[in-house]
């Protein structure tokens, strides 16, 4: 490299790295935009006021592992709970009215299976796969 090209490599490098930083802040703030906000998770509770972890992303066979019959129907159920889903099995109906959150608006045959996310019902596909598998 000659040394007049340092020179103005020197000189042009503040306006490239501008430009990039520039171009960067676009980019986040695009994403920031285009991505759709989630609701806060929890790994550890089954059931809080904010959103479970099983609404949110797919469950694994660790996070159903070990966990009784009735957590298992409780997780299954509570991603229909939460968009306002009532239940004929009394224990669920009851467990899902003692929840601040719980609104029932759709009775079991009147439930829009358009509501759940593709992840919301492969969970519930899973948990019942799961829930066939631990106990035929």
């Not at 229909?80 to 719980?102: C, H, P, V």
């Not at 358009?114 to 598998?133: E, F, M, P």
Request: charged fraction near 20%.
């Amino acid at each position: 490299m000659a040394n007049g090209d340092r020179g103005s490599f020197w000189t042009t490098l503040p306006g490239v790295l501008t430009s990039t930083a520039t171009l960067i802040t676009a980019l986040v703030g695009l994403y920031v935009a285009v991505t759709p906000k989630q609701q806060p998770t929890t790994t550890g509770s089954l059931t809080s006021d904010s959103q479970p972890f099983f609404m949110v992303r797919p469950v694994t066979a660790d996070d159903l592992k070990g966990k009784s019959t009735w957590d298992l129907d409780v997780m299954r159920n509570e991603i229909y709970a939460r968009y306002g889903r009532t239940f004929q099995r009394r224990d669920l109906q009851q467990y899902f009215e003692s929840k601040s959150w719980y609104k029932p608006r759709y009775g079991p045959g009147s439930f829009p299976a358009n509501l759940l996310t593709r992840v919301q019902q492969a969970n519930v596909d899973a948990i019942i796969q799961y829930q066939h598998t631990v106990s035929p």
